[in-house]
């Protein structure tokens, strides 16, 4: 379709595909796969064996006894859930706001949920290194089976929620899959759209359905991280009592959900040939949030910087030294550059903004720097030898990866991105019957000396 | 927004100017109650300062008392102003037409109350003054600069400064429009308010940008001042103050309480100004699901703060914290936090047909506000009182009947602020309903006439 200009700026060209354009797109990765995708699933396919082998070589044969061994494990499983953990919450508070913006980028943030299943199965490996509540700082008030069932509880619910958010809204699209797919590759289809024929009720639990288990996936994430914040980072560090990490940390997950989800609707756009659904308007909103997100990290980490810096207490010293300006504070200049001044730096312009390489590459510093942060906070919490001391007497040396250690994080990392790509193939990507709504809901018009957008709000 | 009805250009100005051309008989009877408490707020006052701070209820531990948490409590009410008006207005939500005039004025109405307090709190304010100026190093006081004390009177003077401003940009093209339609005293007025304001191109355009630039430039000063403040208790290492959540815990809690309070007005304006035309169901329904996500991430804090009081199981703070959970008042006070605080108002919140009903909304809305003004005072006193370990200093705060009543008064003071300004200036503003108005349409899906938006590309 080729772009008009009014008064020198570019019309969406999205909002003026026909319907069945739409969905040609939304089937084709369905329908068969294209040469990158092919090799990028290779790819991670070869990643995920390797990380195996590393974890079977690495922290299975040393055993539960050895915390450290397992720092590299807590650090895949912190990134994991700090990305593909947090970007269904992103598609959650899109569809709160009713942006009409959003429409191509929700199931981009929602598929990742697939991915879940990797840290979870990371997160009970690591419960075996996590030592019980008794004699140590903890949340549980002596609950039974603290903390591993709650813990436990809280992870599952977190990702049997986050299958469901991501199937409830890709049901109506399973349905033309069914209806436009012949053949056994329509078969499976069948099953999962579940008799979906678009009546007004099948709508409205639709619509019902999405809003529950948005909510829900939105607090368990956030409980979440709250337990993972305070079990496997707080408690493992004497004298940590800092109130707001659980918060800074659940941030920093969310504003890796946000990057996660604009990498790749750049990867989407550039390899994928979505360049028409996937426009600067989307990048443009997106990385405002991103902004704000990075903003966020900033404030969470001040309070609790200065709070500890004005009290300088010999364990608030100790604490500044071990997570800030000790062993890692390289990692913290880098997470913080990368977290922080990027966004700040770059996204503050609106013209950068209004681009789309400007929030595509703030992203993916975004991304390096919640690798690096978690990579501070695991070997931080992971290296105190004397876990039930009132507070830090010696600051750990700054823990050194393998080899293993390593590859292990690059392999498991890879493998759970292989596995959202395989959920391109149930999930249609993108969402049919979102973005034909919001082609629906627009009518140009003229007004005055100019052409406006009337945009349809029928909520 | 997509309610609206369609009235005429006339009709909707002379609906929203009826408050400035019109005093009810329910105005009257609201200025001449609030007077007469306001009355009684200066009479404390000045028997306060007659008599010296020992007429209010503090001693040697409880050094700040209720009017300490009263300040608190309106800096968090100042927060809603900003919160509508700057987030809506860069957002561009429609919804915040008929609210963010209100919202801004009880930002700057309750600033200036909350800074009547620690002014008048020291007992003798006119040896502030001398004290204070000139503040600096030449008279061999050393200030210290660090302290959140000192940062704390600098970050609310910037936002009460930077308050006004946003809300005088916003009304230039009303006091246009009142200049143009007045006479007397009050021409001379808006004329001198309104400079010059014809409502060309340029003009608006600058208008917009200048709201637009201030709306960013506040996000950053509201963050700050609520943090600034929480930083009071933070700074020091009093038990259970010091505490690395407060700064968020305390901006979040002022967004709950402030946008509430925001709620209490619209329904007041709605009922008072007869604004059911403008002040309509589907604002309380988008404020009522504001206020779910707000009042949730507020719950999360405070459980946050309550948790890690506890994380360390350390005696001092294991004490204060049975205190606060055991002993009179702060039981009751707990209650209230938790039940008029979240677990009554936002079950009812997540309903649609409750958060379109405006005496429900109203109602839930006081009720926050007691359970948020409950916690600040269970936030504050607990730390003063067990402060120090010499069991003989852990003397009970009880406020007296001047405490009560110079906090009394200042509900009262804000309340008679706006009530003047509604007199003199439009509490909706004219111009936003007016663009509100034009930028509503329909459009055809099907069979089916949905409401539209106009937008720009």
Redesign the interface.
């Known amino acids: 379709m080729e772009v008009q200009e009014?008064e020198h700026?570019e019309?969406?060209r999205l909002w003026e595909l026909p319907p069945q354009r739409v969905i040609e797109d939304g089937l084709r990765r369905i329908r068969g796969s294209g040469t990158v995708y092919k090799v990028m699933l290779l790819i991670s396919a070869v990643c995920a064996i390797v990380g195996i082998i590393a974890f079977i070589v690495g922290p299975i044969s040393s055993g539960w006894n050895d915390r450290q061994a397992w720092t590299y494990v807590a650090i895949t499983f912190g990134i994991l859930m700090c990305t593909i953990g947090s970007a269904p919450c992103f598609s959650v508070c899109l569809r709160?706001?009713r942006g009409h913006w959003r429409r191509p980028v929700n199931r981009l943030a929602e598929i990742w949920a697939i991915g879940m299943i990797v840290p979870l199965i990371l997160f009970f490996f690591l419960l075996g290194i996590l030592p019980d509540t008794v004699g140590r700082?903890?949340?549980w008030?002596g609950w039974p089976v603290s903390p591993y069932l709650w813990d436990s509880v809280m992870m599952v619910a977190l990702v049997i929620c986050g299958y469901g958010f991501l199937y409830v809204g890709a049901l109506p699209d399973m349905a033309i899959a069914r209806d436009q797919i012949e053949g056994e590759g329509g078969g499976i289809f069948t099953r999962l759209s579940r008799g979906f024929r678009g009546t007004l009720y099948d709508w409205q639990i639709i619509d019902r359905a999405q809003g529950i288990l948005g909510a829900f996936y939105v607090?368990l994430y956030?409980g979440s991280m709250?337990v993972i914040a305070g079990d496997f980072i707080?408690a493992l560090v004497p004298?940590d009592?800092?109130?707001?990490?659980?918060?800074q940390y659940t941030i920093e997950g969310l504003e890796a959900g946000i990057a996660v989800t604009i990498f790749a609707m750049g990867i989407m756009r550039y390899l994928g040939g979505l360049d028409e659904y996937l426009e600067a308007e989307q990048f443009f909103a997106a990385a405002k949030l991103q902004l704000a997100l990075g903003l966020l990290y900033f404030?969470?980490h001040w309070?609790?910087f200065?709070?500890?810096w004005?009290?300088r207490?010999p364990r608030e010293v100790a604490l500044l030294k071990i997570f800030y300006f000790e062993p890692y504070f390289w990692l913290f200049c880098v997470a913080f550059a990368t977290m922080f001044l990027s966004p700040l730096f770059i996204l503050v312009w609106t013209r950068v903004r209004m681009g789309i390489v400007g929030p595509w590459v703030t992203s993916g510093l975004v991304l390096v720097g919640i690798i690096i942060d978690n990579i501070r906070l695991y070997s931080a919490s992971f290296s105190t030898p004397n876990i039930y001391l009132?507070e830090l007497s010696t600051i750990p040396k700054a823990y050194v990866p393998g080899v293993t250690d390593i590859l292990l994080a690059v392999g498991l990392l890879g493998g759970a991105v292989g596995v959202c790509l395989l959920g391109f193939k149930l999930v249609p990507y993108p969402s049919i019957w979102e973005v034909t709504a919001g082609i629906?809901?627009r009518?140009r018009?003229k007004?005055l000396k100019?052409?406006?957008?009337?945009?349809?709000?029928?909520n | 927004m997509l309610e609206r009805h369609s009235h005429s250009t006339e009709q909707i100005i002379e609906d929203l100017l009826r408050p400035v051309t019109q005093t009810t008989t329910m105005n009257w009877v609201a200025f001449i109650v609030l007077g007469g408490v306001l009355s009684a707020w200066v009479f404390a006052i000045g028997w306060m300062f007659y008599w010296g701070t020992g007429v209010l209820g503090l001693n040697r531990q409880n050094i700040w008392g209720i009017l300490i948490v009263n300040f608190v409590f309106w800096i968090g009410i100042s927060h809603a102003g900003v919160m509508i008006s700057a987030i809506l207005r860069l957002s561009q939500a429609e919804w915040r037409r008929p609210v963010t005039r209100a919202a801004e004025v009880m930002t700057m109405f309750s600033l200036m109350t909350a800074m009547t307090l620690p002014f008048i709190h020291t007992g003798r304010p006119w040896r502030t003054a001398y004290w204070v100026f000139p503040y600096d190093f030449w008279r061999g006081i050393w200030p210290d600069v660090r302290s959140a004390l000192v940062m704390d009177p600098s970050a609310v003077f910037t936002y009460l400064s930077g308050t006004i401003m946003f809300v005088y940009v916003t009304m230039i093209p009303d006091f246009a429009l009142l200049r143009d339609r007045s006479i007397g005293w009050r021409h001379a007025l808006y004329r001198v308010l309104a400079l010059g304001f014809k409502g060309s191109e340029r003009q608006w355009k600058i208008q917009t940008i200048s709201g637009f630039i201030l709306a960013a430039i506040m996000l950053s000063i509201f963050v700050s001042v609520h943090s600034i403040v929480s930083w009071d208790f933070a700074f020091s290492l009093d038990p259970v103050w010091h505490s690395t959540v407060w700064a968020p815990y305390f901006v979040i809690g002022a967004v709950h309480s402030g946008v509430s309070a925001v709620v209490t007005l619209m329904a007041l304006m709605r009922w008072m100004f007869k604004f059911d035309d403008y002040i309509r169901e589907e604002h309380f329904d988008a404020i009522g699901r504001l206020l779910v996500v707000v009042g949730s991430t507020w719950m999360w804090f405070f459980l946050l703060d309550v948790f890690f009081d506890l994380w360390r199981q350390d005696p001092t703070d294991d004490a204060i914290m049975r205190m606060r959970f055991f002993e009179w008042p702060y039981t009751l006070l707990l209650g209230f936090i938790f039940i008029f605080g979240y677990f009554i108002p936002v079950p009812i919140w997540l309903f649609r047909r409750f958060r379109r009903n405006i005496k429900v909304m109203f109602w839930t809305s006081i009720l926050v506000n007691i359970g948020m003004w409950s916690e600040r005072y269970w936030l504050v006193m607990p730390g003063l009182q067990r402060k120090f370990q010499w069991t003989f200093d852990w003397v009970p705060y009880r406020p007296g009947p001047v405490d009560i009543t110079i906090v009394l008064g200042t509900f009262a003071l804000v309340g008679f602020l706006l009530l003047v300004f509604a007199k003199l200036f439009p509490p909706v503003p004219v111009w936003d309903e007016l663009e509100g108005q034009r930028f509503a349409g329909e459009i055809q899906v099907g069979k089916r006439s949905v409401p539209a938006i106009i937008r720009e590309f």
């Open positions: 009014i700026r019309l969406p709160m706001v700082s903890s949340f008030f607090l956030v709250t707080e004298g009592n800092s109130a707001i990490f659980p918060a404030y969470t309070t609790e200065i709070i500890w004005y009290g207490t009132q629906y809901l009518v018009r007004y100019t052409e406006v957008v009337l945009i349809g709000k029928p």
